[in-house]
């Protein structure tokens, strides 16, 4: 997947989708129109966000009410549904980082979603700070467990010395750097730095 940015147009059911060579498409929700780019898009956050395409159902469901059960038994406006509701919630807002790079990496964002208040999908919300299936501010999924996930968060997106991280996590100093260690290797990296250039911004727990 090449590098792009989104613009969401949530009012009318599509997003616009810029690339960094400057070609434009256009995706909408009817199951046709950029139909190729929903498809690998869904493929790519199937990997590492699939609690996020849960939420994202529960939110379709809720949105389309009777009409839901009707666009589910058609795969193809499904997905496009799916890929429009899930790029309005964590990408849209135009900015100068993209919000997929040249590894194919998602770099989600706060968008300016009108129901954030409201809406019980709210991964910003502290209410739901541990709340996995959301549709703001997703988990990326990484293959860590839920207390390597917690050291993991703390490594790459808080200053904190093993000490404090240790403290954090109930547990004493040397095991929390076991832990990073475990992580290390589970992630395939060689260092917190590495951790962090890869890892920064993104919410692991």
């Known amino acids: 997947m090449k590098q792009w940015e989104a613009e969401t147009r949530a009012k009318d059911g599509q997003v616009n989708i810029e690339f960094a060579d400057g070609q434009r498409i256009v995706v909408k929700n009817d199951g046709v129109t950029g139909y190729s780019f929903v498809q690998e898009y869904l493929e790519r956050m199937e990997k590492h966000y699939g609690a996020h395409?849960?939420?994202i159902d529960q939110i379709l469901q809720r949105d389309l009410g009777s009409d839901y059960k009707n666009i589910k038994a058609i795969p193809h406006v499904y997905k496009s549904h799916?890929?429009?509701?899930?790029?309005?919630?964590?990408?849209?807002?135009?900015?100068?980082i993209y919000d997929c790079d040249?590894?194919?990496?998602?770099?989600?964002?706060?968008t300016f979603c009108p129901r954030r208040a409201t809406c019980r999908f709210n991964g910003y919300n502290?209410?739901?700070?541990n709340k996995v299936i959301v549709g703001c501010?997703?988990?990326y999924e990484c293959?860590?467990?839920p207390t390597q996930a917690k050291v993991?968060?703390?490594?790459?997106?808080?200053d904190m010395n093993y000490d404090q991280i240790a403290a954090a996590v109930g547990h004493g100093r040397r095991t929390a750097e076991k832990t990073a260690q475990s992580i290390f290797a589970t992630l395939e990296v060689n260092s917190r730095l590495e951790l962090i250039k890869k890892y920064k911004?993104?919410?692991?727990?």
């Open 102 to 110: 040249q590894d194919g990496e998602f770099h989600t964002e706060f």
């Open 53 to 55: 395409l849960s939420a």
């Open 137 to 139: 501010n997703p988990v």
């Open 201 to 205: 911004g993104k919410r692991l727990c």
């Open 126 to 129: 502290e209410k739901y700070k």
């Open 143 to 145: 293959g860590l467990t």
């Open 82 to 96: 799916l890929a429009v509701q899930s790029i309005n919630c964590v990408f849209g807002r135009c900015d100068d």
């Open 152 to 158: 993991a968060d703390l490594l790459a997106n808080t």
